[in-house]
T-cell receptor, first 115, second 112 residues
Protein backbone atom coordinates (compact mmCIF):
# COMPACT_ATOMS: atom_id res chain seq x y z
CA UNK A 1 0.00 0.00 0.00
CA UNK A 2 1.23 3.47 -0.84
CA UNK A 3 1.27 5.97 1.93
CA UNK A 4 3.13 8.13 4.36
CA UNK A 5 4.26 6.93 7.77
CA UNK A 6 5.45 8.72 10.84
CA UNK A 7 7.09 7.31 13.90
CA UNK A 8 6.80 7.20 16.77
CA UNK A 9 3.13 8.00 17.40
CA UNK A 10 3.90 9.34 20.88
CA UNK A 11 7.21 10.79 21.99
CA UNK A 12 8.34 12.11 25.32
CA UNK A 13 11.38 14.27 25.73
CA UNK A 14 13.15 15.88 28.62
CA UNK A 15 13.91 19.55 28.41
CA UNK A 16 17.25 20.26 26.80
CA UNK A 17 17.22 17.16 24.62
CA UNK A 18 17.09 17.03 20.85
CA UNK A 19 14.66 14.57 19.32
CA UNK A 20 14.14 13.38 15.74
CA UNK A 21 10.75 12.58 14.23
CA UNK A 22 10.66 10.17 11.32
CA UNK A 23 8.66 10.62 8.11
CA UNK A 24 8.72 8.17 5.20
CA UNK A 25 6.64 8.05 2.02
CA UNK A 26 6.43 5.51 -0.78
CA UNK A 27 4.20 7.62 -3.03
CA UNK A 28 7.11 8.78 -5.17
CA UNK A 29 6.24 12.38 -4.31
CA UNK A 30 8.80 15.10 -4.82
CA UNK A 31 7.49 17.56 -2.23
CA UNK A 32 7.40 16.95 1.52
CA UNK A 33 6.31 19.13 4.42
CA UNK A 34 6.39 19.34 8.18
CA UNK A 35 3.57 21.04 10.09
CA UNK A 36 2.96 21.75 13.72
CA UNK A 37 -0.56 21.76 15.17
CA UNK A 38 -1.45 23.14 18.57
CA UNK A 39 -4.86 22.64 20.23
CA UNK A 40 -7.57 24.69 18.54
CA UNK A 41 -5.19 25.98 15.91
CA UNK A 42 -4.59 25.26 12.29
CA UNK A 43 -1.50 23.78 10.75
CA UNK A 44 1.63 25.88 10.77
CA UNK A 45 4.39 25.10 8.32
CA UNK A 46 7.82 24.36 9.76
CA UNK A 47 9.86 23.26 6.73
CA UNK A 48 9.22 22.01 3.24
CA UNK A 49 11.29 20.34 0.56
CA UNK A 50 10.73 20.26 -3.17
CA UNK A 51 13.55 17.94 -4.05
CA UNK A 52 16.32 15.84 -2.54
CA UNK A 53 19.04 17.88 -0.83
CA UNK A 54 16.93 21.02 -0.89
CA UNK A 55 14.59 22.40 1.76
CA UNK A 56 13.14 25.76 2.74
CA UNK A 57 12.04 27.32 6.00
CA UNK A 58 8.35 27.72 6.63
CA UNK A 59 6.64 30.14 8.98
CA UNK A 60 7.98 28.72 12.26
CA UNK A 61 11.36 27.12 11.51
CA UNK A 62 13.21 28.43 14.55
CA UNK A 63 14.35 25.61 16.82
CA UNK A 64 13.84 22.94 14.14
CA UNK A 65 16.06 21.33 11.53
CA UNK A 66 15.46 18.91 8.66
CA UNK A 67 17.33 16.90 6.07
CA UNK A 68 16.32 15.42 2.73
CA UNK A 69 18.97 12.90 1.75
CA UNK A 70 16.51 10.52 0.10
CA UNK A 71 13.33 11.20 -1.81
CA UNK A 72 11.37 8.95 0.52
CA UNK A 73 12.54 10.42 3.81
CA UNK A 74 12.22 13.82 5.48
CA UNK A 75 13.14 13.63 9.18
CA UNK A 76 12.52 16.56 11.53
CA UNK A 77 14.75 17.31 14.50
CA UNK A 78 13.30 19.32 17.33
CA UNK A 79 16.23 20.96 19.03
CA UNK A 80 16.60 22.24 22.55
CA UNK A 81 16.37 25.74 21.08
CA UNK A 82 12.66 25.24 20.44
CA UNK A 83 11.06 26.95 23.44
CA UNK A 84 7.67 25.29 23.36
CA UNK A 85 7.98 22.00 21.50
CA UNK A 86 4.96 20.17 22.94
CA UNK A 87 2.60 19.79 19.99
CA UNK A 88 1.19 17.44 17.35
CA UNK A 89 3.56 17.15 14.39
CA UNK A 90 2.31 16.23 10.94
CA UNK A 91 4.30 15.25 7.90
CA UNK A 92 2.82 15.51 4.41
CA UNK A 93 3.80 14.94 0.82
CA UNK A 94 2.51 15.98 -2.58
CA UNK A 95 3.42 15.36 -6.21
CA UNK A 96 4.47 18.96 -6.68
CA UNK A 97 4.57 22.13 -4.64
CA UNK A 98 1.48 24.06 -3.59
CA UNK A 99 1.33 26.27 -6.64
CA UNK A 100 0.36 23.28 -8.73
CA UNK A 101 -2.73 22.69 -6.61
CA UNK A 102 -2.05 19.06 -5.88
CA UNK A 103 -3.52 17.53 -2.76
CA UNK A 104 -1.33 16.86 0.21
CA UNK A 105 -1.19 13.41 1.78
CA UNK A 106 -0.68 13.44 5.51
CA UNK A 107 0.87 10.95 7.86
CA UNK A 108 -0.80 9.90 11.12
CA UNK A 109 1.20 12.41 13.16
CA UNK A 110 3.55 12.31 16.14
CA UNK A 111 2.50 13.76 19.45
CA UNK A 112 5.53 15.19 21.21
CA UNK A 113 5.43 15.98 24.90
CA UNK A 114 8.24 17.70 26.73
CA UNK A 115 8.47 16.70 30.36
CA UNK B 1 -0.92 40.06 5.57
CA UNK B 2 -2.83 37.07 4.27
CA UNK B 3 -5.58 35.90 6.57
CA UNK B 4 -7.93 32.91 6.53
CA UNK B 5 -11.02 32.78 8.72
CA UNK B 6 -13.27 29.79 9.18
CA UNK B 7 -16.66 30.28 10.77
CA UNK B 8 -17.22 29.62 14.43
CA UNK B 9 -14.88 27.12 15.95
CA UNK B 10 -17.69 24.64 16.50
CA UNK B 11 -20.87 23.87 14.63
CA UNK B 12 -23.57 21.49 15.88
CA UNK B 13 -26.35 20.28 13.61
CA UNK B 14 -28.99 17.61 13.63
CA UNK B 15 -28.57 14.43 11.62
CA UNK B 16 -30.12 14.69 8.18
CA UNK B 17 -29.69 18.45 7.93
CA UNK B 18 -27.26 20.28 5.67
CA UNK B 19 -24.10 21.56 7.29
CA UNK B 20 -22.60 24.72 5.83
CA UNK B 21 -19.06 25.73 6.70
CA UNK B 22 -17.51 29.04 5.70
CA UNK B 23 -13.98 29.95 4.70
CA UNK B 24 -13.18 33.64 4.23
CA UNK B 25 -9.84 34.96 3.11
CA UNK B 26 -8.34 38.45 2.94
CA UNK B 27 -5.31 39.91 1.18
CA UNK B 28 -5.36 36.85 -1.03
CA UNK B 29 -6.10 36.01 -4.61
CA UNK B 30 -6.07 32.22 -4.51
CA UNK B 31 -6.01 30.28 -7.72
CA UNK B 32 -7.72 27.37 -5.98
CA UNK B 33 -9.00 26.28 -2.60
CA UNK B 34 -8.74 22.88 -0.96
CA UNK B 35 -10.86 21.36 1.80
CA UNK B 36 -9.62 18.71 4.22
CA UNK B 37 -11.22 16.62 6.95
CA UNK B 38 -9.35 15.92 10.18
CA UNK B 39 -10.41 13.45 12.84
CA UNK B 40 -9.07 13.75 16.40
CA UNK B 41 -5.48 12.60 16.71
CA UNK B 42 -5.12 11.95 12.97
CA UNK B 43 -3.70 13.70 9.95
CA UNK B 44 -5.99 15.66 7.62
CA UNK B 45 -7.49 13.92 4.60
CA UNK B 46 -8.07 15.72 1.32
CA UNK B 47 -11.69 16.08 0.25
CA UNK B 48 -12.11 18.53 -2.60
CA UNK B 49 -10.31 21.12 -4.66
CA UNK B 50 -12.05 23.97 -6.48
CA UNK B 51 -10.30 26.33 -8.87
CA UNK B 52 -10.97 30.04 -9.31
CA UNK B 53 -12.74 29.52 -12.63
CA UNK B 54 -15.13 27.00 -11.08
CA UNK B 55 -18.19 28.22 -9.22
CA UNK B 56 -19.16 24.90 -7.73
CA UNK B 57 -17.79 21.40 -7.24
CA UNK B 58 -19.61 18.31 -6.03
CA UNK B 59 -18.55 14.93 -4.69
CA UNK B 60 -21.24 12.62 -3.38
CA UNK B 61 -22.87 14.51 -0.46
CA UNK B 62 -20.27 17.27 -0.53
CA UNK B 63 -20.53 20.56 -2.37
CA UNK B 64 -18.06 23.41 -2.45
CA UNK B 65 -18.55 26.89 -3.86
CA UNK B 66 -15.93 29.51 -4.55
CA UNK B 67 -16.84 33.19 -4.81
CA UNK B 68 -13.77 35.26 -5.69
CA UNK B 69 -15.76 38.49 -5.41
CA UNK B 70 -16.83 37.79 -1.84
CA UNK B 71 -13.48 36.12 -1.15
CA UNK B 72 -15.31 33.18 0.30
CA UNK B 73 -15.75 29.45 -0.07
CA UNK B 74 -18.71 27.53 1.31
CA UNK B 75 -18.52 23.82 2.10
CA UNK B 76 -21.80 21.95 2.32
CA UNK B 77 -22.52 18.45 3.60
CA UNK B 78 -26.04 17.35 2.70
CA UNK B 79 -27.98 14.68 4.59
CA UNK B 80 -25.39 14.88 7.35
CA UNK B 81 -24.57 11.83 9.45
CA UNK B 82 -22.87 11.43 12.84
CA UNK B 83 -19.91 9.94 10.94
CA UNK B 84 -19.40 13.36 9.34
CA UNK B 85 -18.40 14.75 12.73
CA UNK B 86 -14.85 16.04 12.39
CA UNK B 87 -12.84 19.22 11.96
CA UNK B 88 -12.85 20.64 8.46
CA UNK B 89 -9.95 22.75 7.23
CA UNK B 90 -9.83 25.05 4.24
CA UNK B 91 -6.61 25.89 2.44
CA UNK B 92 -6.55 28.60 -0.22
CA UNK B 93 -3.65 28.27 -2.61
CA UNK B 94 -1.85 30.82 -4.72
CA UNK B 95 -0.60 29.59 -8.07
CA UNK B 96 2.89 30.95 -7.56
CA UNK B 97 3.19 29.76 -3.98
CA UNK B 98 5.47 27.00 -2.87
CA UNK B 99 3.44 26.29 0.24
CA UNK B 100 -0.19 25.92 1.27
CA UNK B 101 -1.71 27.86 4.16
CA UNK B 102 -4.44 26.25 6.27
CA UNK B 103 -7.27 27.83 8.20
CA UNK B 104 -7.74 26.90 11.84
CA UNK B 105 -10.73 24.70 11.01
CA UNK B 106 -14.35 24.31 12.00
CA UNK B 107 -15.30 21.46 14.32
CA UNK B 108 -18.54 19.92 13.11
CA UNK B 109 -20.67 17.72 15.33
CA UNK B 110 -23.68 15.95 13.82
CA UNK B 111 -26.13 14.98 16.53
CA UNK B 112 -28.15 11.76 16.13
Amino acid sequence: DGGITQSPKYLFRKEGQNVTLSCEQNLNHDAMYWYRQDPGQGLRLIYYSQIVNDFQKGDIAEGYSVSREKKESFPLTVTSAQKNPTAFYLCASSIGLAGMGGEQFFGPGTRLTVL
Amino acid sequence: SQKIEQNSEALNIQEGKTATLTCNYTNYSPAYLQWYRQDPGRGPVFLLLIRENEKEKRKERLKVTFDTTLKQSLFHITASQPADSATYLCAPGVGSARQLTFGSGTQLTVLP
